[in-house]
């Protein structure tokens, strides 16, 4: 793989979970905080559940799996969760993520996106765990996304729209 191509998915792995993140927290102005808690049924995921579950994953997959940092990871707790945390102490939990998952892609070579490493129980490349925990992180900001419409219904503000673009 060319440094150039290697570069390239880097750069854009990055924007896609910055992008995503702005996306989240757009939701999550909207929403007044009980609303993080909304479960359709009890063994529904809410936005907290979905929240939690993003830094778990990017945590053991990016953060971990590509930066060798500990897999500190408790997956069936970010299930579990039931008003666990604010929305301001959610929100900061997932900014803090993205920025520990940035610099470990940041860091990636062509050859560090090559190289096999273990992540859960799975021989991966660094390239394949990036690919796969970003792609997940902006699947569940969809789900986010439509829960804040369902929510709010015609009170939702489209990210990225003003009023004259209507």
Known sequence: ?????????????????????EKIEHCLKQLPEIELWWRPFESANSIE?????????????VI???GGEPDVR?????FAARQ???????????RQTVRE?????????ADDLLRVRRVQHWDVTA????????????GHTHQIVYITRLRLGEKYEFHGLTAQQD
């Open 127 to 138: 390239l394949q765990a990036i690919f796969n925990s970003v792609s997940h992180f902006v």
């Open 1 to 21: 793989m060319s440094d150039a191509i290697a570069g390239e998915f880097v750069k854009q792995a990055r924007s896609e979970l910055q992008e995503s993140l």
């Open 64 to 66: 971990s799996g590509v």
């Open 101 to 109: 998952a940035d610099a470990a892609m940041a860091g990636c070579s």
């Open 49 to 61: 559940n979905i929240l939690l579950h993003l830094c778990g994953n990017l945590r053991q997959w």
């Open 84 to 94: 666990s945390l604010s929305k301001t102490e959610l929100l900061e939990r997932l």
């Open 74 to 78: 408790r997956r069936r707790d970010e």
